[in-house]
């Protein structure tokens, strides 16, 4: 064999490893992106079919209604526990009274925090049976007579007849 092709054939050796090196490495890139994509699509779909937003979804309606002075609506979205609290005409009224007539207030503004798990949770002492509940805390934005003011309330989410339900916690 003469040095030409010696050289030649040395040189497409060279040529064909550095291309399957390079092959390899835009492949195992490749497969890197792959699998992140795939693991934020999976984590996305999973943070937006999860429980907590689930029940953000169910806190957001309750207060939307709660803001458009539609309080039929939000009663009904109530624990049973809160409905055998409160009478349905009894709470429309009261809360068109406190919230919106006294602030002089049409409207409000409204935000909610992130939910928090509670494992084990008891609604009253004299109930023995406990479940798992999410709490969260709304603020109360007002622009009113009387000057800005922003009111928290503890929110408690509990299922009830495969449904979450809007529960206020009060001191016995």
């Given at each position: 064999?003469?040095?030409?092709?010696?050289?030649?054939?040395?040189?497409?050796?060279?040529?064909?490893?550095?291309?399957?090196?390079?092959?390899?490495?835009?492949?195992?890139?490749?497969?890197?992106?792959?699998?992140?994509?795939?693991?934020?699509?999976?984590?996305?779909?999973?943070?937006?079919?999860?429980?907590?937003?689930?029940?953000?979804?169910?806190?957001?309606?309750?207060?939307?209604?709660?803001?458009?002075?539609?309080?039929?609506?939000?009663?009904?979205?109530?624990?049973?526990?809160?409905?055998?609290r409160f009478d349905k005409s009894d709470y429309i009224q009261d809360?068109?009274?406190?919230?919106?007539?006294?602030?002089?207030?049409?409207?409000?503004?409204?935000?909610?925090?992130?939910?928090?798990?509670?494992?084990?949770?008891?609604?009253?002492?004299?109930?023995?049976?406990?479940?798992?509940?999410?709490?969260?805390?709304?603020?109360?934005?007002?622009?009113?007579?009387?000057?800005?003011?922003?009111?928290?309330?503890?929110?408690?989410?509990?299922?009830?007849?495969?449904?979450?339900?809007?529960?206020?916690?009060?001191?016995?």
């Amino acid at each position: 064999m003469n040095d030409n092709f010696k050289k030649w054939v040395i040189n497409m050796k060279f040529r064909r490893y550095q291309y399957q090196k390079n092959r390899n490495i835009i492949l195992l890139i490749g497969l890197i992106f792959t699998i992140a994509f795939i693991t934020l699509v999976v984590y996305a779909i999973v943070q937006f079919f999860s429980t907590e937003r689930e029940v953000e979804k169910v806190a957001e309606q309750f207060y939307q209604y709660e803001q458009n002075g539609d309080f039929s609506n939000s009663w009904e979205m109530f624990h049973s526990s809160m409905k055998n609290r409160f009478d349905k005409s009894d709470y429309i009224q009261d809360r068109a009274h406190v919230f919106l007539e006294h602030f002089g207030v049409n409207t409000f503004d409204f935000t909610i925090s992130e939910p928090v798990k509670i494992e084990n949770y008891q609604m009253t002492t004299e109930l023995a049976n406990t479940q798992t509940v999410y709490r969260l805390i709304v603020t109360y934005i007002y622009q009113s007579k009387y000057g800005y003011l922003e009111i928290d309330q503890p929110v408690i989410l509990a299922e009830e007849d495969q449904e979450w339900r809007i529960l206020w916690e009060y001191e016995e």
